[in-house]
């Protein structure tokens, strides 16, 4: 089965700094990939990077970066430079080849953004 | 290009009524999978269908079945409601059902039972 644990219920950082949310995961799949998700208040969760299993390098989208560290089965997403409108919940995912590929999340982290 | 969109966008039923949410895919788009998410947690898995046929199911009661029309357009109904399916309701497409296959969400349509 696999698992996504978000130990970060709620995080707080100023803009312009940097912050990094948390996330480990649990998969006895060789193939894999990781997700995270941003949700705003209105509801709809909006795709921010993607990192597979067997890519060699962090993925990277613009001010969001992705801290792969396979042996240690963490994913942390990094958002550099944060403004206002990243203040949103945060969920990472899994989707993996046995089961159903689909999503299993975690249960989210709330940033929130202080001018 | 048009999202996925989900409809209504709120829905207020009373237990023991029945209801029925849909969804519109991505055009080109033959994967739609459907997921609850009850405040405070992040969403679970209900139901995958691609190409018209159910790919997976979670854990959910027979309460809940769906459907995906020649359009890949689909449907989410739940009879019997309960207090406990108060929830947001998120629909999904994506390509395939490969690993990489991106999910793109809807709105959601966001049930309240009384």
């Known amino acids: 089965a696999q698992k996504i644990t978000q130990t970060q219920p709620g995080m707080f950082v100023q803009e312009k700094e940097a912050v990094t949310l948390d996330c480990t995961y649990d998969?006895?799949?060789?193939?894999?990939?990781l997700f995270w998700y941003k949700q705003p208040s209105s509801g709809e969760m909006i795709f921010l990077i993607y990192?597979?299993?067997?890519?060699?390098q962090n993925a990277t989208e613009g001010r969001y970066s992705l801290n792969f560290q396979k042996a240690r089965k963490s994913a942390n997403l990094v958002i550099s430079a944060s403004q206002l409108g990243d203040s949103a919940m945060y969920f990472c995912a899994m989707r993996g080849p046995s089961g159903y590929s689909t999503l299993t999340f975690g249960k989210g982290t709330m940033l929130l953004v202080s001018p | 290009d048009a999202g996925v969109t989900q409809s209504p966008t709120h829905l207020i039923k009373t237990r023991g009524q029945q209801v029925t949410l849909r969804c519109s895919p991505i055009s080109g788009h033959k994967s739609v999978s459907w997921y609850q998410q009850v405040l405070g947690q992040g969403p679970q898995f209900i139901f995958q269908y691609y190409e018209k046929e159910e790919r997976g199911r979670g854990n959910f009661p027979d309460r809940f079945s769906a459907r995906q029309f020649p359009n890949y357009s689909s449907e989410l109904n739940v009879n019997a409601l309960l207090l406990g399916d108060s929830a947001l309701y998120l629909c999904?497409?994506?390509?395939?059902?490969?690993?990489?296959?991106?999910?793109?969400f809807g709105p959601g349509t966001r049930l309240t039972v009384t």
């Open positions: 990192q597979g299993s067997y890519d060699q």
């Open positions: 998969t006895s799949d060789p193939s894999y990939g």
């Open positions: 999904a497409s994506s390509l395939g059902t490969g690993v990489s296959y991106e999910q793109y």
